[in-house]
């Protein structure tokens, strides 16, 4: 078990950067699948990205290209990278743990993508 917390959302305009963050306490945080999902306006939430212990990454379609994950196991931190927003990004995003088991989610932190 263990806690997220996310942070480093906000407003950026389109075909801006932001970076998103995961802090984990509580856990064993290299032995963890981390990653993303988000939820826009109207829309359910969907998978974002993910990364499993052994650095084997996936995306969804959608963000290819365009979006980056990594973790720092020093810092029991998980990011996400986010080059070349789109409106279409906008929504609340909400970083996953998962171990054999269970998913742990964070609140959510919000990104806002709009001119």
């Known amino acids: 078990q263990g806690q997220l917390v996310e942070s480093g959302g906000g407003w950026v305009q389109p075909g801006g950067p932001l970076r998103l963050s995961c802090a984990v306490s509580g856990t064993i945080f290299s032995r963890y699948v981390m990653g993303w999902y988000r939820q826009g306006p109207g829309n359910p939430r969907t998978f974002v990205a993910h990364?499993?212990?052994?650095?084997?990454?996936n995306y969804a379609d959608s963000v290819k290209g365009r979006f980056a994950i990594s973790r720092d196991n020093a810092k029991n931190t998980l990011y996400l990278q986010m080059e070349s927003l789109k409106p279409e990004d906008t929504g609340v995003y909400y970083c996953?743990?998962?171990?054999?088991?269970?998913?742990?989610w964070g609140q959510g932190t919000q990104v806002t993508v709009s001119s």
């Open positions: 996953f743990a998962q171990r054999d088991g269970p998913y742990f």
């Open positions: 990364m499993n212990p052994d650095g084997y990454t």
